[in-house]
């Protein structure tokens, strides 16, 4: 639960509201050492293609928009919590438990 809450943490911290640059390099900060990003604090998979395709998207938003790009957190479920889907012929890349797992946070932008 408590890996759970820090995520859930991180997206209302980083991730929601008016998408800025300080709130997307503290994300980062947040998932990867600030002097060698090649060190990571947590292993989050989207903690470099995150904040770059949040930081292109806020600036087409604000360039043909003229407002900040805003998030949303809607929802948020992990490989734990939820149901697997059954798809044949794929298999399963890696057994879900306590160890090892991933977290879905869902997030609109507008």
Known sequence: QKAVDRD??????YLTGPVTADKLRGFLHSCADANDVKQYKITWCGRFSIPFGLNVASRVVAELEGRPLTGYLLDYGSSVSEASLEVDGIGVTAPNNLHHWV????IGYR
């Open 8 to 13: 859930v943490s991180l997206a209302e911290m």
């Open 103 to 106: 977290g879905y946070a869902s």
